[in-house]
């Protein structure tokens, strides 16, 4: 092309795009990529998520408070964003993931429950985001080197202190020792009364309970409320901090131990002294995830920190007290150490990923607990008969006949 005067016109000059994210690892390692969501500055642990579905799911589930998110799936936020699949109990408080790492650009949602793009959304809730990264590499990484301690930071224009960043990934703390449970829990003891959402209908009410089940709030996630509200209970939920006279004062049938984020030897300091005297009494008890952790701990058990974690919606796992494989969700990053169990408590559930303990109980007590997610929000509902397992041990200590686990499994 020429201008009529015959001269060829001047082209544009070259421009290289800033990057307007970092990723800095503990190592010295530094990732760039375009920052999406909050800006800001934030340490956490980087850890990889292996699901293909369920991101919000995962950025508001309270046990990744602390974390920074990889999602190995390269397509996050296609099906954008809404209130229905917020899993922390009360958003405001925003726990959850602090950061995430995406694959690919963030798309405009298409999907007729989306009420908000995912950028939009991020932003609303404080979570630093990183897009254009290699997923795969960082994955390989964690799975070689262990789950980093590390800085993500997001500035529009572009301007990092290399150096001061990884002075604060190195100088980071981490997880280890760090009670997270404190950050995320209610503020008061609540009534949960929501069941579980039905297709394009939302979610009922539970209007007649038959039981009375009280929840222990370490970060514990709506699903697993609705679930156990949706088997026939009424719920009161209470503080992290709450003592066995808090609990017991409530005269439940049933006592729940939630999930949550940290170390479970750090919030046991003051859990497990109220699990030990609740689970001398009579009353069921079922733990999940740092609950499971916990009550661990409260039996004479043990636990450790883990090389990388287990975060997914794929993981097998077997129950010993049926034979059969489930495909499960996971989120931890500490594991419990069956070998450390004492007489009189089993190994009921094992991963096998790598053989680690994902289930106790208690022999002659109505006690049990699982490592994994069976409220499946996001994830397979391989695992909802535990609820019911949960319910049969309360109808047993009030003389009712069991209901077939599998027949309530979905």
């Known amino acids: ?19 307007t994210a970092v990723l800095v690892l503990a190592d010295g390692t530094v990732i760039e990529g375009k920052g999406v969501g909050a800006t800001g500055v934030c340490e956490a642990e980087v850890c990889f998520n292996t699901a293909l579905t369920g991101y919000e799911e995962i950025l508001t589930d309270p046990s990744y408070a602390g974390q920074i998110v990889t999602f190995t799936f390269p397509h996050i936020g296609n099906v954008g964003t809404n209130k229905e ?4 109990l009360t958003p405001a408080n925003r726990a959850g993931a602090v950061g995430a790492i995406f694959k690919a650009d963030i798309t405009a949602p298409s999907s007729y429950r989306a009420a908000d793009h995912l950028d939009h959304w991020l932003k609303a809730r404080g979570v630093i985001a990183l897009a254009g990264v290699d997923t795969r590499a960082l994955t390989a990484l964690i799975r070689e080197k262990g789950a980093p301690n590390a800085v993500i930071a997001h500035d529009p224009d572009g301007k990092f202190d ?12 981490g997880l280890l020792n760090l009670d997270l449970a404190r950050d995320v829990t209610s503020g008061q003891s609540s009534v949960w009364s929501e069941k579980p959402w039905v297709w394009n209908e939302g979610f009922e009410q539970q209007t007649e309970p038959e039981f009375h089940v009280v929840a222990i709030d370490y970060g514990i996630k709506r699903n697993i409320l609705r679930l156990i509200a949706g088997l026939g209970a009424k719920i ?17 049938d049933g006592i729940f131990l939630s999930n949550g984020p940290g170390d479970p030897a750090a919030t046991g300091q003051y859990a497990v002294p109220a699990i030990k005297d609740l689970i001398k009494t009579d009353i069921p008890v079922f733990g999940i995830c740092l609950g499971h952790q916990m009550l661990a701990l409260a039996l004479g058990g043990d636990t450790k920190k883990m090389h990388q974690g287990h975060h997914g919606a794929n993981h097998p796992v077997r129950d010993d007290t049926t034979g059969k494989v489930e495909i499960v969700s996971m989120n931890h990053g500490f594991a419990v150490d069956a070998a450390s169990f004492p007489d009189g408590v089993e190994e009921t559930h094992v991963s096998l990923f790598d053989g680690s303990n994902c289930g106790l109980r208690v022999v002659g007590r109505p006690v049990f607990s699982v490592q994994h997610h069976p409220e499946a929000s996001p994830g397979p509902q391989d695992s909802h008969y535990l609820f019911q397992r949960f319910f049969n041990l309360i109808r047993k200590s009030k003389g009712l006949e069991p209901v077939p686990e599998r027949e309530h499994a979905a």
């Open 1 to 19: 092309m020429t201008t009529d005067a015959g001269v060829q016109p001047k082209s544009a000059a070259w421009s290289e795009l800033r990057p």
């Open 236 to 252: 009161t939920i209470v503080p992290a901090t709450a003592t066995a006279e808090d609990v017991l004062a409530y005269k439940p």
């Open 162 to 173: 290399i150096p001061e960043l990884k002075k604060r990934a190195a100088a980071w703390h």
């Open 85 to 88: 699949d917020i899993e922390d």
